[in-house]
């Protein structure tokens, strides 16, 4: 492993909240949480996301809402929940995203195949924090990964537009995380690698809950994860061309390595709530997670005539000096972040009589990453640059204030009262960026002979991209439920908010719910949505290198703000909400034989969609001005883009979710099929003549996935087999000198696993996912840089893993 820092911190802020927790979304008081609930227990749990009535099970609810246990995100392999999440719930993709500058580290997650930051996140119906680092086309959606796995009870996914419910950025959904609130201690050690012999993951984590007072709770958990890194490689063409012409080095075999990072993690968790007779409950929560991961990016060929952007020799300005001293066989430098996150929430809520309840909650969040790079060189300073730098530092705060009321509305004509609750809330944003070592983006004497500037591979942040943006908001909302007689249910909802950078908005939703049976029922509603901007993608600007993979030749680009003097001279636009409506209809069925499910389909309709600009080759008088700007690198840019959002899309799909659930042969069987089908389509906008992001949008993403599982629990032991399909896809190269496509087919893995109880405390599992070690079809269009397989896949492309869990419970 390549040396690089490592930093561990728990905020003291942090550590001052671990007091409090939340236990439901707003003040539904749920069913206790627990990490043990089994698939059938979790159709009668009342559901607390997308309805603020008290009452609803997943079957009851006017909108589709999956709710996952805490089983069902243990029986993956992986430490993190985005990973879980996405193996089973088919409409939820995650992208591996190996060897890919910060995606590698974090990775975007697409529900219904929107963007990332266009599913809200909310821990205990509170609103989960963004990460800092912009990914895929500019989005800044939460990073679940933050999040320990060990400490949820259950998952609930909202699969509908839920602005007016919950404010910007549900346009796709929202996933409410519910921490696990059980007393008692558990913990569980794993160990897990692939079949190519490579990626071992040691996991360990261990949770401890104590009983307060009558009724209230804290539960602490700490959870740690080390994986090493994956290789999925052959060595490059022109890497084998140069050792054939060079016999005298050793040019090392890969030269570089494509896969999995490095990555180490340390996750934390409390969830407490203490009653206080006469006034309410006084609850809190808070999550932290700290860690780090290096990996490569792409060698540089030690060549003056391929690469004299870094091995060129200028004897006029560093008599003697020569990179091949320093790097005789080329070099490939490798990027490694230092990230911390958490979160704190706490609260008071209370009832007035039986009618009405209330709640004051105030939330703090922070997401922290930062980046260096190791084994490379700032040639435009010769001899007087280090090989190891750090980058800078990306940092996105978030501070929620939150009043809320539920009130009972009692009408005599009415079968049951009417559920009305409102409420009003104050956001703070603010993203900041903290400049790198000097030389990490200095431009020195060497850039007048053409010496590129700054860390080869990563320029740093440079002083003139530091700075610190904020934006606020502050909404009022009121969200209505009513059963108007026995068989139908109507909801709705209205929500206004004023941003301080956007102006105001108003976004609504109806819903509503026929029931021609006690066990057949129907559904639908139509809502309107919205996403900011944030101050991140309105205000940041960064550089870039990427490998062509027809010339084999570095290239640099450059994103600018929407905002700089030359982006607004090409065309640019300031940046305005994303809006949508979007339309639901289904029908949702159970039986009285353990048979359950629901069909939805849904189209979601988007304007002024978020993503990238077509790339601009710029003129020499055109990188002039950005140097004259002080930017640093400019006068490296091939290119430059920004972000954009003057375009629309329309995606629709369905969604189909069954399960079975039933005695059989003296055991339990336990069926779950979920399907997914999805389509997005660009309407309007500039993308239509921008070929390359119009197929990204389009096709990027499988338009079919199946998730189908089989458990059978009896006696001691439990056989679970589980299969996964994901359909075909298609991928691009990102070249400078015009892109390649290349489409990869359906694919389907299987994993299985048996558990056996040891005794009522102690079990183990014994398992492996992708046991046929199926592989997706290779990249051709990439081999020349050595890759095996697309680094966009939607699914882990390192081949079958097994793994062994031992679980306590006490």
């Known amino acids: 492993m390549s040396t690089y820092h490592r930093v561990f911190l728990l905020s ?102 929107l963007s990332s930051d266009q599913t809200l996140v909310l821990i205990n119906g509170k609103r989960f924090h963004r990460t800092a680092f912009l990914g895929q086309r500019g989005a800044q959606g939460p990073d679940l990964a933050q999040i320990p796995n060990f400490a949820i009870g259950r998952v609930e996914v909202l699969r509908d537009g839920a602005s007016a419910q919950y404010g910007s950025d549900a346009i796709a959904g929202v996933i409410n995380i519910q921490l696990d609130q059980k007393p008692g201690f558990s913990a569980y050690t794993q160990g897990s690698q692939y079949f190519a012999g490579d990626g071992a993951n040691l996991q360990a984590g261990i949770r401890a809950g104590f009983a307060l007072g009558d009724g209230g709770h ?253 934006q606020t908001s502050y909404a009022a909302y009121i969200d209505t439920e009513a059963r108007l007689t026995e068989k139908w249910t109507l909801g709705g909802a209205l929500r206004y908010e004023h941003y301080s950078e956007f102006g105001e908005t108003t976004t609504g939703k109806l819903a509503s719910r026929y029931e021609f049976t006690p066990d057949v029922a129907v559904r639908a509603s139509y809502s309107t949505g919205f996403r900011a901007p944030t101050p991140g993608q309105v205000n940041s600007l960064s550089t870039s290198q990427g490998l062509d993979t027809v010339t084999l030749q570095l290239f640099t680009s450059g994103r600018l703000s929407p905002l700089n003097p030359l982006a607004v001279a090409l065309g640019a636009k300031p940046l305005q909400p994303e809006t949508s409506k979007s339309y639901s209809a289904g029908f949702v069925w159970k039986t009285g034989f353990g048979l359950s499910g629901s069909i939805d389909a849904y189209q979601v309709d988007v304007s002024k969609r ?64 979920a399907y997914n089908h999805n389509e997005t389509k660009v309407t309007s906008g500039s993308l239509n003549a921008n070929p390359t992001q119009k197929l990204l949008y389009e096709e990027n993403l499988p338009k079919d996935n199946v998730t189908l599982a089989t458990t059978f629990t009896k006696g001691a032991f439990e056989y679970q087999v589980r299969g996964r399909y994901y359909g075909s896809w298609t991928d691009s190269s990102g070249n400078s000198t015009g892109d390649i496509y290349q489409t990869f087919g359906g694919i389907t893995f299987f994993d299985a696993s048996v558990t056996y109880s040891i005794n009522p405390k102690l079990s183990l599992r014994v398992g492996g996912e992708n046991i046929f070690d199926t592989y997706p079809d290779k990249a051709v269009f990439q081999a020349s840089r050595g890759i095996e397989y697309s680094r966009n896949a939607p699914y882990d492309t390192d081949g079958g893993q097994y793994y062994v869990r031992l679980n306590a419970r006490f």
């Open 218 to 470: 804290i539960v602490a958990t700490a959870e740690w994860s080390d994986a090493a890194a994956t290789s999925r490689t052959h060595q490059r063409a022109d890497a084998a061309a140069f050792q054939a012409a060079n016999p005298s080095l050793t040019i090392p075999n890969p030269v570089q390595r494509w896969g999995k990072p490095e990555l180490t993690t340390y996750h934390y968790a409390v969830d407490a709530m203490l009653p206080i007779v006469g006034v309410g409950e006084l609850y809190g929560f808070a999550t932290a997670s700290t860690g780090n991961g290096v990996n490569d990016i792409n060698w540089r060929i030690p060549s003056a005539t391929s690469n004299a952007a870094v091995y060129k020799t200028v004897p006029s300005i560093f008599p003697g000096w020569d990179l091949r001293s320093i790097y005789p066989t080329g070099f490939t430098p490798h990027e490694a972040v230092d990230y911390t996150d958490y979160q704190t929430v706490g609260g008071l809520r209370g009832h007035w009589g039986e009618a009405f309840d209330w709640d004051l909650s105030a939330s703090y969040g922070q997401n922290e990453t930062k980046f260096f790079l190791y084994n490379s060189i700032n040639a435009s300073m010769g001899p007087n640059s280090p090989t190891d730098f750090y980058l800078g530092t990306q940092k996105q705060q978030e501070f929620n204030l939150n009043a809320d009321g539920v009130y009972h509305l009692d009408v005599a004509t009415l079968p049951e009262p009417i559920n009305v609750a409102f409420g009003v809330e104050s956001r703070k944003e603010t993203y900041s960026v903290a400049a790198g070592d000097a030389a990490s983006y200095a431009v020195g004497p060497g850039a007048n002979a053409g010496l590129a500037s700054g860390s080869n591979g990563f320029p740093g942040f440079s002083n003139q991209q530091a700075g610190k943006w904020d």
């Open 610 to 673: 978020f993503s990238s600009s077509p790339s601009i080759t710029l003129t020499a008088a055109q990188k002039a001005s950005l140097v004259a700007q002080g930017i640093p690198g400019a006068a490296n840019y091939t290119s430059v883009f920004w972000f954009t959002n003057d375009f629309d899309t329309r995606t629709k799909g369905i969604d189909i979710v069954t399960s079975y659930n039933r005695p059989l042969f003296s055991g339990r069987l336990d069926l779950k099929l």
């Open 12 to 113: 003291s802020c942090t550590m001052a909240v671990l007091v409090m927790s939340l236990s439901s979304s707003g003040f539904a008081e749920a069913q206790t949480v627990t990490a043990d609930t089994t698939p059938a227990e979790s159709d009668t749990l009342v559901v607390v996301t997308g309805t603020r009535d008290k009452t609803r099970t997943k079957f009851t609810t006017l909108t589709p809402v999956d709710v996952l246990t805490a089983k069902d995100l243990h029986d993956g392999t992986s430490s993190q929940l985005i990973d879980n999440l996405a193996q089973v719930i088919p409409s939820f993709n995650v992208q591996k995203l190996p060897t890919s500058d910060g995606l590698q580290f974090i990775r975007p997650a697409h529900l219904r195949g």
